[in-house]
Each structure stands twice: as C-alpha cells, then as structure tokens.
C-alpha cells in the first residue's frame, strides 16, 4: 500500500523520544542551556572545590594517598582528552573535565594565595 510504512524507518519506533541521552549529550545540554548553568556552577565549584583540595593536600601537605588520588585523576583525564580526540561523543565531557580542573587550580592559587593553605 502506498501510505503505509512498514515500521523499520526513522523515527517509527514510538519509544523513540523515552529513550535517554548519552551521557555527553546530557553535559552538551549543561553547556549550552542558560537556564542550567546554575547547575552547572555548583557542579564546577563542587569539583573544582574536590580538585584544589587534593592538589593543596599532595603538593602543599605533601600527603601520599592525595597525590596517589590526584595522580588517577589525571591519568583518568589524560584518558578521556585523548579519547575525545579520536571520538565526538567524548567531546562535552572533555570540556566539563577541563572546566573542572580550571575551576581546581583556581581554588588552589586563592587558597595558597589567601594563607588557607600553607607550608608551616
């Protein structure tokens, strides 16, 4: 019949709009939503709070389970910026990553520069 379709195109299936995004979709939405960028700073201060912390504590403190912490973060980062090389689908993340450690090294210079964090 000539109206009819067979059910195999795009967007026949009904469930086609339930289904849920990919985690680098989810964080393309944060990133470009002006009304989620709220979210979006409590999850970059929350992290780059987490960040700085274990920077402060590895290199200021000189602590061997921070630096043995911070050292999985970054290869776990190091993983992730090579992958988003080679593959779109890894690109938001990369990004969120980036804005993270940003937001860390930040924390960290005000909390050497502040006298919060020092060697005494």
Known sequence: MAGESNGSG??????DGDRFPAPDQLIGTFLREPSLWPVLTVVLGS???LTAALIVLA??????FAAAALLLIVGMTVDVLVRARSRPSYRNGALL???VWLFGIAFAGLAVWSGIAYAG
């Open 47 to 49: 992290g780059g709070a």
């Open 10 to 15: 795009p967007g026949s299936d009904p469930d």
């Open 97 to 99: 990553l980036g804005l």
């Open 59 to 64: 290199l200021i403190d000189r602590n061997p």
